[in-house]
C-alpha cells in the first residue's frame, strides 16, 4: 500500500483550494473550521506529503471526523479523487497506529478481521441475535431495565440494534432462478447486512429482474464486499475479500454484476482500481467494474416493463439519497424513475436529499453526536414533505432514518425502490 | 512574529474562548491559503469572532503585541488577499454568517459579513427581490469578501459589481473604533463618500462587520441563450454587434474550445464539444423586452457566423447553464496540476485584439492557456494550465504574464478586473497607475492604518 508521501502527487496536487466543496460538506457546514472541510483535510494530507506535517492523533482523528460521504466529489470541478485520498489516508493513519488503543484494537479486529471476513461466521452471529430478538429475550432484557447494565456506549446503541429476519438471502433465493423467457444472465450481490436484515430487498431484487427477463445467479454464500475494511484503512483485507469475490463470480459469464447497496456497489465499482497492481486478478476485476451496476441503474438501462397494476389510491413517497449511490456511483436520477413509473406513487422531492443521513457505515457508532446531528436534520427534511413512504437504496440509511422517524414518533415505511417496484408487479398478477 | 506570542494567544483565548483560537499545526494548516495558485504563508493563529465588538477587542490586542492581521471570509479569493502573512492572527468571519433584516420598505438588505453571497441572493429572491452581485464562488464566499474585493459576477454587464449594491457598511477601524458609512438613503452627501473606500480595500483600510445592500425588484422575465462558433473572432465580432445594437444583456460570457470540454466533463449540461468558441447570454426584464431582446440578439449572432444557437427551455435549464460556466475556472484544473487565473480587462473595443494576443504569448512561451470569461465587460480570464514543480516552465509562466500585463495596459486595460491587486497583481501595479496615483494609494493607508496592522503586504508594500 502507498503511503501519502508514495502515492501519485498530482492527486494531491489535483484540489486547487477553490473551495466549491464547502458548502457541501457537512461536518464544514457543523464547524465552520477548514481542517473540518475536504480542501482542508486534503491540505493536511498534502502537508504530510511535503513532510511539513507528521501523521499525528489529531490528523488521524480528522480523518476518522471525515463522513466520507463523497458529497464532496460531486461538488468538485477539478476532479480530484477524494476517495482514493480518503482510503490512502486512513490506511497510513492505521499502519502508523496513532489512534491505536487495546480497546479499539480488539474491536477492529473482530470485526474487520474475523467477523466480516467470514460469511458463514457473521450467519451465525445474525442467527444468535435472532434468536434473542424472537426469543423474547430483548424485550425481557429491556423491560426488566437490565440496559442500563451495558457501557454507556452500548446502552446508546442497544434500542438502535436492527430486527433481523427470519429468513437470509439464501433461504429464500435459489442459486439460480430462470425468467420465463431469458434475456440477460446477471449476478445478484446479497451483501452482509442487507443479507441479514433485509433479506427481503434481496428477494425483491430477484423478482424484479426476473420479472424483466435476466436468469439471475445469486451465490448462496458471498463474502463481504470490503469496503468496511477499505474505509477503515485496512487495504489488505478489502484486497483479499475482492479476489474472493472474484473468484467465486466471474464477470465474464454475465451480462451485469447487480448491486442494491449504495454503499457497497459504491466499492464493487472500484475494483478495478484495488487490484490494478495485482497481476492475476487486474482484468478480471476490470471486467467486474465494467459490468458493475447498481439494480436501478441497469433497471433503467434495460427500459424495464413499467407495472400496470391499478393504483391502489395516491401515495406520496419521497426519495433520500444514499451518499455512495448518488456521489459514489453518481446513480440519481434511475431510482426517482423507478418510483415515478409505480403506480399511484407521487414523488415528492426532500430538500437537502443528496446529504449524508450520518450513518455513514459505522460513524454513528463512532460519532455519535455528529450522526444524530444528521439523523435529525434528514428527519425534518423528510417530514416536510409530508410522505408516508421514504424510499432508499443502502440498508445503513434505511436504519438510520428509520430510527430517526421512529424517535420522531413518525410511522413513515422506509423501503428499498425495488421492493415498491415489486409489490407493484404481484399487484399486476393479484389483478 | 510578535514578540510575546504565548501571551498574544493567552490573551485571544481570554477575549474569545479557546475554542474560538486555533494554534496547533493540524488547525491552521489549513488556513495557509485562499483560492489562489501557489502562494500560502503559515499564521501564528487562526480566530473566530461573532460581533464587532470582538473584532474590535481583537485588533486592539493583536495592535499592543504588534501582531499583523489578516482578516478572512470563506477564503476563496483569488489575488491572495486573504493569505496570511508571516505571524498574523487570522481574523476569520465565517461565523458572523446571519441576515439580519430583509426591509422590502426601502429595497435593502443588512447582514452580517461572513453572510455566504448565495443566502443573500435567496433571501431576496424569497420576497420577490433581487441581488444581482454573482461572483463565481457565489455559493460560499461570504459577502465581506465580495465588499473587501468588490466581486464582480456574471451579471456585471447589466448590474454591475458589488459596490454598485453596498449602501452602507459597519467597519472596524485599525484603532478598534467601530464607525458605520452610509444609510438606507437613496441619496447621502454628507461628508466624504468613505463608504466607497472601504470598498475593494482588500482588507488593508479596515475589517468590515456588516454590510447594507441594496436589491432591486426581481425581473418578471428571463431568456439564456447558448451560440456556438467555429472561430473565435466570430465571438467577438457578435459582442460588439450586440453592444453596439444598443442591447445590454445581463450576461454575456465567452468560453474557448478548452474552457468548454472541460465544464463539460464536470456539468454534462450538453456543451457543444467540438466548437471553438461559445457565448452564453442571458437577457431579463418585462417579458415582451426579454422576448424582443432574445430575437434580435438570436439573429446577431447568426448574423456573425453562429452556427447553433440554443435557447434555454426554461429557468431549470438556464440556471445549469449558469452554473456550469461559473465552475469554468475549477473546471480548467482538469488538464494540469496547476491552474493560474489571469483577470485583465480591456475596453469592449479591444476585445478581439486582446484574445489574439493572448493566443500569440501562449505560442510564444510554449504554454498551455485556456481562455474564458466576462466577455460583455471585456473581463478576460486567460489561465495559464502549468505545474509549479516545473521551475522551468515556471519561469515562463512569469514572462508570459508580464507579456499579458504589457498588451492589457497598451490596450488602455487594467491588470484586475474583478478579484484584486492582493499577492499576484502587486508588481505591476505601479506600472498601471503612475507614481502619482500609487503614492496616494500609500497615503491613504498610513492614515488610516498608521502602523501598517492590516493585511500588510497586499496591493502594495508600504514604504
Known sequence: ?431 | MPLCATDLVKGLIGLLGSGEVLTELEDILPYCFDGTAALKQRPLAVVFARDASQVSSVIKLARIQGAPVVTRGSGTGLSGGSVPVLGAVVLCLVKMDRILEVDTANLALRAEAGAITQKIYEAADAVGLFYPPDPGSMKISTIGGNVAENSGGLRGLKYGVTRDYVMGLEVVLADGSICWLGSKCVKDVAGYNLRDLFIGSEGTLGVVTQVLLKLLPKPTARQTLLATYGRMDAAAETVSAIIASKIIPCTLEFLDRKTIQCVEDFAKVGLPRDAEAILLIETDGHPAAVADEAAKIEELCRAHGATTVRRAANAAEAAQLATARRSAFSALARLRPTTILEDVTVPRSELAGMIRAVEAIANKHRLNIATFGHFGDGNLHPTILTDERDTAEMHRVELAFADIVEETLKRKGTITGEHGVGLAKKTFLRRQLGDSSYELLRLVKRSIDPDNLLNPGKIFDQA
Open chain 1, 1 to 431: 500500500m502507498k503511503t501519502l508521501a508514495e502515492m501519485d502527487y498530482s492527486v494531491l496536487q489535483q484540489c486547487m483550494h477553490c473551495g466549491m466543496c464547502l458548502p457541501t460538506c457537512p461536518t464544514y457546514v457543523e464547524t465552520k473550521e477548514e481542517r473540518n472541510s475536504p480542501r482542508g483535510r486534503i491540505s493536511l494530507m498534502r502537508a504530510i506529503a511535503d513532510g511539513e506535517l507528521d501523521v499525528t492523533k489529531a490528523f488521524g482523528e480528522e480523518m476518522y471526523y471525515c463522513l466520507g460521504c463523497l458529497a464532496c466529489t460531486s461538488a468538485c470541478p477539478a476532479d480530484v479523487n477524494y476517495a482514493e485520498l480518503f482510503e490512502t489516508a486512513r490506511a497510513e493513519v492505521e499502519k502508523k497506529g496513532v489512534l491505536a488503543s487495546p480497546k479499539r484494537d480488539a474491536i477492529r479486529w473482530f470485526a474487520l478481521r474475523l467477523i466480516f471476513t467470514r460469511p458463514r461466521l457473521l450467519r451465525f452471529v445474525g442467527r444468535l441475535l435472532w434468536l434473542w430478538q424472537v426469543s423474547g429475550g430483548q424485550t425481557a432484557f429491556r423491560k426488566l431495565g437490565l440496559t442500563r447494565l451495558l457501557p454507556k456506549n452500548l446502552r446508546r446503541l442497544e434500542p438502535q440494534a436492527p430486527a433481523v429476519r427470519a429468513k437470509f438471502s439464501h433461504q429464500l433465493i435459489r442459486a439460480v432462478e430462470k425468467p420465463a423467457a431469458m434475456k440477460r444472465r446477471v449476478a445478484v450481490l446479497t451483501g452482509c447486512v442487507q443479507d441479514l436484515v433485509f433479506s427481503d430487498v434481496n428477494r425483491a431484487t430477484g423478482d424484479v429482474l426476473l420479472a424483466n427477463g435476466c436468469e439471475v445467479h445469486t451465490p448462496p454464500v458471498q463474502p463481504c464486499c470490503g469496503s468496511l475494511h477499505a474505509h477503515n484503512g485496512d487495504m489488505e483485507s478489502a484486497r483479499e475479500l475482492a479476489r474472493r469475490q472474484l473468484d467465486l463470480i466471474d464477470p465474464t459469464n454475465f451480462d451485469a454484476i447487480i448491486s442494491n447497496a449504495g454503499g457497497c456497489g459504491s466499492h464493487f465499482r472500484h475494483y478495478d482500481h484495488l487490484l490494478a497492481d495485482d497481476a492475476k486478478y487486474a482484468e478480471r476485476a476490470a471486467e467486474w467494474s465494467r459490468k458493475l451496476r447498481d439494480v436501478s441503474e441497469y433497471l433503467v438501462e434495460i427500459d424495464f416493463r413499467k407495472p400496470s397494476a391499478p393504483a391502489r389510491g395516491a401515495c406520496a413517497v419521497t426519495y433520500h439519497e444514499s451518499c455512495h449511490l448518488c456521489h459514489g456511483q453518481k446513480v440519481s436520477k434511475q431510482p426517482r424513475e423507478i418510483l415515478k413509473a409505480i403506480p399511484g406513487v407521487e414523488l415528492r422531492e426532500c430538500g437537502e436529499a443528496t446529504w449524508c443521513c450520518g450513518s455513514a457505515g459505522i460513524y454513528n457508532i463512532t460519532q455519535p453526536e455528529t450522526s444524530s446531528w444528521l439523523q435529525d436534520r434528514k428527519v425534518e427534511h423528510l417530514r416536510a414533505t409530508g410522505a408516508v413512504v421514504v424510499a432508499t437504496a443502502n440498508p445503513g440509511c434505511h436504519l438510520q432514518i428509520e430510527n430517526g422517524l421512529r424517535a420522531a414518533g413518525d410511522k413513515a415505511e422506509v423501503v428499498h425502490p425495488v421492493v415498491l417496484l415489486a409489490r407493484a408487479y404481484r399487484e399486476e398478477l393479484q389483478g
